[in-house]
């Protein structure tokens, strides 16, 4: 596959993106890495897919132009593959169309998660693409809490805090677009997990069929 991978803001992503890129591209995928999602509102039919894993905030000034939300949104809407990681869908919170492309996710003010450790991640559905050959594991990560989970997404594993199910992954349909989310993946460590790459990969291969 051909990848858009946007990254860069808040977030430890400098140790996060070379982690995803390197497991991505060894496994044969090709990588154009973006700091500035310029591409977002240039022509974007020769990728595959577009990956995020970056958070997008006008107090960082680097939140996404209105092309680059038009971009986004219409290439997802016409067909195309997006795949969003940890915090991204966060990005632009003054835009709603956000979410709705994501299936959901982190929501700034409001959502919240304890502190970065150990918890347990469980597989919900066994036979989704994504979860392939994945059972319930332990990570050190962030298990999110309080999201904003969109209608209709099909959730596919979750976390628990204080005797609570979280989603934590997901997969939905915009408009013609197959879109994942999987809300792990905070630090370098977090990405290096075999599990959180096995998720990662399998979630590419679901875009792409």
């Not at 803001?9 to 700091?35: D, I, K």
């Not at 005797?163 to 997901?170: A, M, N, Q, S, V």
Request: with cysteine; charged share 15%; hydrophobic share 35%.
């Amino acid at each position: 596959m051909n990848l858009l991978l946007i990254t860069g803001g808040q977030h430890p992503y400098e140790e996060s993106t070379p982690v995803l890129q390197a497991f991505v591209r060894e496994v044969g995928h090709t990588v154009t890495l973006s700091e500035s999602a310029e591409e977002l509102a240039d022509d974007l039919s020769i990728f595959d897919a577009i990956v995020l894993n970056t958070l997008r905030q006008e107090a960082t000034n680097n939140d996404l132009t209105r092309a680059q939300r038009e971009g986004l949104e219409g290439y997802v809407s016409n067909g195309g593959s997006l795949l969003s990681i940890h915090i991204s869908a966060a990005s632009c919170p003054d835009w709603s169309q956000a979410k709705k492309i994501t299936g959901g996710g982190w929501v700034l003010g409001e959502s919240w998660h304890p502190p970065f450790g150990w918890f347990q991640v469980y597989v919900d559905d066994t036979d989704h693409p994504v979860t392939k050959g994945v059972s319930h594991f332990w990570t050190y990560d962030e298990c999110y809490c309080g999201l904003d989970i969109q209608p209709g997404v099909d959730i596919f594993m979750h976390g628990i805090v204080e005797g609570e199910d979280k989603p934590l992954g997901w997969s939905h349909q915009f408009g013609q677009g197959k879109v994942a989310n999987i809300a792990l993946g905070h630090a370098g460590s977090s990405q290096q997990h075999p599990q959180f790459q096995k998720l990662i990969l399998n979630a590419l291969n679901y875009l792409n069929n």
